[in-house]
């Protein structure tokens, strides 16, 4: 029965390790502003509408190379990073006159904040959240109006979450929507020989997208921008496909992966198995003197030892001092009376006890 249930466990353990495992290896979170997410944060709509339009769309699966002049759009957030300095690739394509789509979150994300001090933007920050609970509530869900700037406009304004902080818009900037205070969101600036858009990444994502003010904003860049456009899915985990001579360490790191929980299995079954028939423990012994000679007394006492231990007394003491006088104890001698006169005795108070 033991054996069954060490099998068990041990088949187990081992399944959960490789579940996991595969979960690692094949579970992606969702890509948020890629051009190929159907998730609600992804810009896969938006892709479709440019096609759709016309638009030559070029999905980059490497790090964006100059000189081009295609609008290059970065959205963030990204989920895959390279070890290079992204700002200097963007600041070769603007001097090699190109446009640049910056798509941000205002998020606290590394990549983003360099993008943005290569582009000369500063960031204008958001309240601080309400320590009131009641009031936290209404502030996370509190969303922010995509207004059209252009005059004459009287679409309905679309909306977007609000970011955690906002690009200041440069001077001799244009601005292409504000929010309902009137602060831009979205604005044109020139940097080197090209220019830069900048714009909310949630204003083009698959769940905001639909709204009217949303879609006509990217109408008006795909007619600005012309009708080439390249996505920077690299930065979002877009990889080529890779050759023959290239699975060969990922197969590695698998068959790596199965043997080691193959190995753990075994440990397993090792250290469940018994090795030799059970056994216990014996009782270790505790207790004091003062239980042991009580135990022991109670058991003279059952026994009737009274009378021989208190001759035994009398005969020890005078074979210590044959000048004592002791009478011979009775059948029914106490054993405490006669130790107490055998005391007296030998202290001198009782010679003749």
Known sequence: MRNATALLA???AAGLVMTITAALLVVTPPADASALSRGPGGWLAARRYLEAKGTEVTLLDGEPEAPTRNALVVAFPWQSFALDDPA???RRHLQQGGTLVFAYTGGRDAAESDVARALGLTWEERERPPLNPFRWQTYAAEERSLVPASPGVTARPGRIAPPSRTPRAPNG???LARDERGRPLAFVFARGRGRVVAIPAD???NARIGQAANADLLETLRQDLGSNWSFDEFHHGLRPPPTPGETGPQRVLLLYLLQLVFVYALVVLAVARRFGPSWSEP????????????????LHHRLGHHRQAARLVVARARELDARLSLPEPGAEADLLEVARRVGQAQSGRGKNA
């Open 173 to 175: 900037a244009t601005v």
């Open 10 to 12: 041990a088949a187990a």
């Open 88 to 90: 200097q690739w963007i």
């Open 283 to 298: 009782a270790a012994a505790s207790g004091s003197a003062a239980s042991f000679l009580l135990g022991l007394g109670v």
């Open 203 to 205: 204003a083009f994502s």
